[in-house]
Structures are given as C-alpha cells and as structure tokens.
C-alpha cells in the first residue's frame, strides 16, 4: 500500500519546526526516522495531510554525560546508541548499547531515532522501557519555549503521550546512573517487537557483582507487552533481599503475580506470566553480574 497524499515540509531548525506545526495544526506530523510512521502511512493507520521532516537539523544527534547525568539527542539512531563504546558516556549506562541490539532489524537501528521511539511511546519498545526504567526526563520544544516532563507524565497509554501537536521532543536526559542493569526479551522472530520485555535494575550498594552474604539495597523491575504502558512492578519487598538467585526467582514470581496482560496472537494472560517471571529472573541474574 502506499499513504495518502500529504504535504511534505523540511525544518533546519527546531523554532522553525515548532513554528510550522503551529501554522499547520493538529493533522501535521514530524518525521524523523520513519520506521513508525510509514508503514503506519502505508497501511492507512496514520493520515497526516502534512509531515515536517526534522532529519536535517544539526545538533541534535548526541550522547552526552555531564555532572547531572546524560543526555542524548532526539534524532541519534539506535545504531549510534549501539556502537557508543566511549567509557565517560557509558559509565553508568552501560546497558544502553546492549539493549540497542533488541530494536528492530539494523536497517531499522540505523534510520530510526530516539526521539521518534519515545514519540511513539510503544509500550514494548526497548527506549521507553528504559526512560522508565532509569526515571529519565523527556525535553520538548513547542511555542512557549522548551519545557521538561518526568517519562512517568509523558505516557499516557498505546501510542500516545502528553506531547501537544505542535511539540517537538529535543533531548532525552537520564538522571541516574544504572550500574548494575539489564534488558531481556522474548519475540517469535528476531527483530520483531518483544512479546514480553523486562528492563531491570538492581543497586548493589558497590560497583562490580555481589560479594557473598551481600543484600540488595533496591530492585526495579519494568516490563514491556503487558499493557499500554511500561508497567512499574512493586517491588518493596525485596530491599533488603540476598543479592541471590532465589531472589531473583522471586522478583519473577512478584512481577508475574502483579501484572494482567492482554491476549492476542502471540499468547494469552497466563503463557505473558510466565514469560514475565522468566526474562525478569534472568535480566536479574545479568544485571547482578553487570561489571
Ligand atoms: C519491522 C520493524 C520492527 C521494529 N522493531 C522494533 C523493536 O523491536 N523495538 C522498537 O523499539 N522499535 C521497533 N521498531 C520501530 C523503530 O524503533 C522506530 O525507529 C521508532 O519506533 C520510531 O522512531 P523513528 O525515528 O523512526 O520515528 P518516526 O517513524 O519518524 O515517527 C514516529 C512517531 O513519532 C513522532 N516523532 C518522531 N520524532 C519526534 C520528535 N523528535 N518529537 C516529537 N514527535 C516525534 C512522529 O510524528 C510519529 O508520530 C520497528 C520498526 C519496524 C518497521
């Protein structure tokens, strides 16, 4: 199939993207990498009359650390996030290039870019997990000047966030630091969406894997393809827990017992359960380990 007729526009600058989704209204779309939004054209899921192609615009492609964490920038592909090996960026997030390898296929890695996955706010998509994660803050530009919303008041359900029409997401910024930290997933075909994805944290108190007898101080557990959002699993009970592989079989108990995921054609509620409790014992057992 190909999409409906629309009117196609290219910004170098982002007041100038801002300015013309102004004049353009809500059936404007900015288009970045294209991965979403196209075959969402092409299959008539998405209509826009007009899209706003931001890729020219220089600067906006960056990982950058700094005394208040790191930031990275909206058009950076999963690719470059992926190939990242630079230690400042990565001390501390480490986990950003490892879970980049989940996205897609690297046609889609290399065109589709952080900004436009945490734009369309697929609740199974690995950026978003991980913006939820590790708490992080998504920057947008839009006629009044920029403003910066915590991720947790950004996604509002499927495909769809608190970001106005005329918004555009600039920057990503992470806060936090995860040393000990991991991705995992399972989907039918490599390269599909995940059918059950599980980001999780661990803190250790110290860098490099548990020592013997060592507690976990906290665990956070985020799970993908259960819901229309990154779901948060309650996991009070396990401060305090050994550092341990029976804890970890019991984060996955925990988060199993907490969600009620959907059915479709990947699986019903009970087959996303178990594959929850699975990936969040294993994501455990990797980020305990993580360096
Ligand atoms: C076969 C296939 C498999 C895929 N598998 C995965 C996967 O496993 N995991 C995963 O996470 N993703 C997957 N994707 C999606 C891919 O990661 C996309 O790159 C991503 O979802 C959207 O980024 P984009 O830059 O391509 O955005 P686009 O497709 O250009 O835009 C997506 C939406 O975001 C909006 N938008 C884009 N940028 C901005 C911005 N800066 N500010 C405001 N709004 C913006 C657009 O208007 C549009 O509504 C897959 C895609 C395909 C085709």
Same mark, same amino acid.
């Given at each position: 199939?190909?999409?409906?007729?629309?009117?196609?526009?290219?910004?170098?600058?982002?007041?100038?993207?801002?300015?013309? &989704? $102004?004049? *353009?209204?809500?059936?404007?779309?900015? /288009? #970045? %990498?294209?991965q979403s939004l196209v075959p969402m054209m092409n299959f008539r899921l998405a209509r826009p009359d007009a899209l706003v192609d931001v890729t020219r615009i220089p600067g906006?492609?960056?990982?950058?650390?700094?005394?208040?964490?790191?930031?990275?920038?909206?058009?950076?592909?999963?690719?470059?996030?992926?190939?990242?090996?630079?230690?400042?960026?990565?001390?501390?997030?480490?986990?950003?290039?490892?879970?980049?390898?989940?996205?897609?296929?690297?046609?889609?890695?290399?065109?589709?870019?952080?900004?436009?996955?945490?734009?369309?706010?697929?609740?199974?998509?690995?950026?978003?997990? &991980? $913006?939820? *994660?590790?708490?992080?803050?998504?920057? /947008? #530009? %839009?006629?009044?000047?920029a403003r910066t919303v915590p991720v947790s008041d950004f996604f509002e359900g499927f495909y769809t966030t608190t970001a106005e029409p005329d918004e555009m997401i600039t920057?990503?910024?992470?806060?936090?630091?995860?040393?000990?930290?991991?991705?995992?997933?399972?989907?039918?075909?490599?390269?599909?969406?995940?059918?059950?994805?599980?980001?999780?944290?661990?803190?250790?108190?110290?860098?490099?894997?548990?020592?013997?007898?060592?507690?976990?101080?906290?665990?956070?557990?985020?799970?993908?393809?259960?819901?229309?959002?990154?779901?948060?699993?309650?996991t009070g009970a396990l401060g305090g827990q050994p550092a341990a592989a029976a804890t970890w079989r019991a984060a996955g108990e925990l988060a199993a017992a907490q969600i009620?995921?959907?059915?479709?054609?990947?699986?019903?509620?009970?087959?996303?359960?178990?594959?929850?409790?699975?990936?969040?014992?294993?994501?455990?057992?990797?980020?305990?380990?993580?360096?």
């Amino acid at each position: 199939m190909k999409p409906a007729p629309f009117s196609y526009y290219r910004t170098r600058s982002v007041p100038e993207t801002v300015a013309r &989704l $102004a004049e *353009l209204g809500d059936g404007a779309k900015i /288009l #970045a %990498g294209g991965q979403s939004l196209v075959p969402m054209m092409n299959f008539r899921l998405a209509r826009p009359d007009a899209l706003v192609d931001v890729t020219r615009i220089p600067g906006l492609e960056y990982l950058r650390a700094g005394p208040d964490g790191l930031r990275i920038g909206a058009l950076t592909r999963h690719r470059t996030v992926e190939l990242c090996r630079d230690p400042v960026v990565l001390d501390g997030f480490g986990l950003l290039p490892r879970a980049a390898r989940w996205i897609g296929h690297y046609p889609i890695r290399a065109r589709g870019t952080f900004g436009g996955s945490i734009a369309h706010a697929d609740p199974a998509a690995e950026w978003c997990l &991980l $913006a939820v *994660l590790l708490e992080a803050n998504v920057v /947008l #530009a %839009g006629p009044a000047g920029a403003r910066t919303v915590p991720v947790s008041d950004f996604f509002e359900g499927f495909y769809t966030t608190t970001a106005e029409p005329d918004e555009m997401i600039t920057e990503l910024h992470f806060p936090r630091a995860a040393r000990h930290a991991a991705l995992t997933e399972f989907a039918q075909r490599q390269g599909d969406f995940a059918v059950v994805a599980a980001a999780v944290s661990v803190d250790l108190g110290v860098a490099g894997p548990p020592r013997p007898g060592a507690a976990c101080r906290s665990v956070r557990v985020v799970l993908g393809g259960v819901g229309p959002l990154p779901f948060v699993v309650d996991t009070g009970a396990l401060g305090g827990q050994p550092a341990a592989a029976a804890t970890w079989r019991a984060a996955g108990e925990l988060a199993a017992a907490q969600i009620d995921p959907p059915a479709d054609g990947h699986g019903g509620p009970a087959y996303r359960r178990r594959l929850a409790a699975t990936l969040v014992e294993r994501a455990l057992t990797e980020a305990a380990a993580a360096p």
